[in-house]
């Protein structure tokens, strides 16, 4: 059994990075542009059979040992299941994801709307991976499946229910220059869409530093191998993070399970392992794909020229922009605190707060969502709104400052009464 030993690691926090994918603009507002990048993926509730005996290792070097797995080959069953705490989108989530594919000559296949679909509830995948050039991701349901394949610089992505396809030819240049030494680890996914353990657990290691308590807290088996447990924690107060557990495997270092539990207790935010897994090169054919006869298919060219003049949700929110929702980015941003208590503050374009009503230009279904979302707060500051969910919270107050961060939303006032 592995002792309780812990490490501390150096740099400090740079913040939640917030993903720039037309996809937040149709499904979420502020505070959940955040949470759509950097947690979809992460989540899997996988079962454990016994506490295996394995040699004792220090936290720091179980880091290590993760930051030098080479496996590149894998494939296997991964079950995620979010809970952020967002109110059905209902027919919000209706009209602007249909408008966002099919509704205005897109397509249902096109990953940059169908990925969000991890954001919430319990979903099985089924992988695969063969180097930084070939890899499959497939959503499983009863009775149809949406595959994600990627095969040198051709992506394609298909939905059985609908039979639609979508088809990508990826600069390769360009994209290796933006993955930089994270070239092993691509996916066809889009960009800050981590869909395996190894993904999000390369994120919150990444984030750790002197605010940050990292031990070994034991052994566990995930889907049958035998896995070290690390602890990650925030040592301050105020963030919505209590722990994230990382399940190890002992021999490569490849993380299996990945579970994001949130201070106020509960159930998981993020749980996301595997339950079944082979480090074996896949069948080649796992990569290979050919639109069935009568299949529509849609050019990625020819679906982001449609994309580029739909409205979305991030239009229409001021300060939307600023956190990745949109496609301007903030006039004026900066980070208060440090760590997983870190908040940004935001001056929005046009000091423009939240809409009090609806509009011609926001929708009434909008307009009751980000009700449903948030709490009316006041302060030094003036007023606002607290956008929450049960991992990111934004403050936007009404001369148009947004605050936001993994942390409470007392701790979001309290920034607001400081800076003013």
Not at 165 to 178: I, L, M, P, S, V
Not at 343 to 351: F, Q
Request: proline share 5%.
């Amino acid at each position: 059994m592995a002792p309780n030993d812990s490490a501390g690691t150096s740099g400090g926090t740079r913040g939640t990075a917030v993903g720039r994918r037309k996809a937040a603009r149709y499904i979420v507002p502020v505070a959940v542009a955040g949470v759509a990048a950097a947690t979809i993926g992460l989540v899997p509730a996988l079962a454990s059979s016994g506490d295996p005996d394995l040699p004792k290792i220090s936290a720091q070097e179980l880091i290590e040992k993760i930051a030098a797995s080479d496996t590149e080959q894998l494939s296997g069953t991964v079950k995620i299941s979010t809970d952020l705490g967002i109110p059905s989108l209902g027919g919000l989530a209706e009209s602007f994801a249909s408008g966002a594919a099919g509704g205005k000559g897109g397509s249902g296949a096109d990953p940059q709307e169908r990925m969000t679909e991890l954001a919430s509830g319990t979903h099985t995948l089924r992988v695969a991976a063969d180097g930084p050039d070939k890899q499959r991701v497939s959503i499983l349901d009863d009775a149809a499946e949406y595959s994600l394949i990627r095969n040198g610089d051709q992506v394609w992505a298909y939905d059985s229910k609908s039979d639609e396809a979508y088809h990508a030819t990826e600069d390769r240049a360009a994209k290796d220059a933006g993955r930089g030494a994270d070239k092993k680890s691509g996916h066809p996914v889009p960009d800050g869409v981590p869909t395996t353990p190894k993904a999000l657990a390369e994120q919150v290691l990444k984030a750790a530093g002197p605010t940050t308590s990292v031990t070994v807290d034991g052994t566990a088996q995930v889907a049958g191998r035998d896995a070290y447990k690390l602890v990650v924690k925030p040592k301050q107060g105020g963030s919505t993070i209590g722990s994230a557990t990382i399940a190890v495997d002992a021999e490569n270092g490849v993380p299996l399970k990945f579970t994001l539990l949130p201070s106020a207790g509960g159930k998981a935010i993020v749980d996301a392992g595997f339950t079944k897994v082979d480090f074996s090169k896949p069948d080649a054919s796992s990569f290979t794909f050919t639109p069935p006869k009568g299949t529509s298919v849609t050019e990625a060219d020819d679906a982001k020229a449609r994309h580029g003049a739909d409205k979305g949700l991030g239009d229409l929110i001021p300060g939307a922009e600023a956190l990745g929702a949109g496609d301007q980015g903030a006039k004026d941003t900066k980070v208060i605190g440090e760590g997983w208590s870190a908040i940004a503050e935001i001056s929005t374009p046009g000091a423009a707060g939240l809409p009090s009503k609806a509009s011609d230009d926001v929708p009434a279904e909008a307009q009751q969502f980000l009700g449903a979302l948030g709490d009316k707060v006041s302060g030094k500051f003036g007023s606002g709104t607290v956008l929450k969910t049960r991992l990111i919270n934004a403050l936007v107050t009404e001369n148009g400052k947004v605050y936001v961060g993994a942390v409470t939303k007392d701790a979001l006032v309290k920034a607001a009464n400081d800076a003013s």
